[in-house]
Every structure is written in structure tokens, then in C-alpha cells.
Nanobody, 115 residues
């Protein structure tokens, strides 16, 4: 059973930065697909950033140039560095990994950006 625990969310002013962390139980060496999603109130959960084996990354257009996804295999952790935050980035952020045929989700961490 894979468990994910996100942290690093909080309240920040527009233009500020946050780094989200997703600690994965067990080794992440065998995990080839990782992603950060977000869900604002009343909206669907959308992919923000993805990372696949080989180091390939993808980003939602709304965050390109501001957010960076990365992984640290030694720490079993996936990160989302968020810079130049905007009020519209306010949402609950979720980490997801795919292992084999299964997707595993964290519990989410709230990010609130004030104007």
C-alpha cells in the first residue's frame, strides 16, 4: 500500500512563493508517473504539473514559467515549487503517483493566495 502525505500549503500574498512536498511511503524509484493536481471550490480537479520517467515534465498553461515539479528519490519526495503566486492559484493541491495499474492520492494541502 502506497501512502502520500502532502505538506507546505498555507496562506501567502500574491507574488509570493510556496514549495509543496509529497512524501511517499516506500521507495519512489519504481514510480514512473507523478503529478500535482488542484481543485478550487466548485470546480473539477485539474492537472497542474506532471513528471514522468526520464525527467519529462508538463504543465498547465496557467502555471507555465511559475511552477516547477521535481523529485528527490533519496527522500521519497515529490515537490512543487510555486512562484509568482496569484489569487487564482488558490485551491487544494493533491499529489498523485501511479504505480503499476494503480493511482494513489494524498489527502491534499490548502493553498490560499491573497490579493
Amino acid at each position: 500500500q502506497v501512502q502520500l502525505v502532502e505538506s507546505g500549503g498555507g496562506l501567502v500574498q500574491a507574488g509570493g512563493s510556496l514549495r509543496l512536498s509529497c512524501l511517499v511511503s516506500g521507495s519512489i524509484l519504481g514510480i514512473n508517473v507523478m503529478g500535482w493536481y488542484r481543485q478550487a471550490p466548485g470546480k473539477q480537479r485539474d492537472l497542474v504539473a506532471g513528471l514522468i520517467s526520464g525527467g519529462f515534465t508538463s504543465y498547465a498553461d496557467s502555471v507555465k514559467g511559475r511552477f516547477t515539479i521535481s523529485r528527490d528519490n533519496a527522500k521519497n519526495t515529490v515537490y512543487l515549487q510555486m512562484n509568482s503566486l496569484k489569487p487564482e492559484d488558490t485551491a487544494v493541491y493533491y499529489c498523485k503517483v501511479r504505480l503499476g495499474l494503480y493511482d494513489y492520492w494524498g489527502q491534499g494541502t490548502q493553498v490560499t493566495v491573497s490579493s
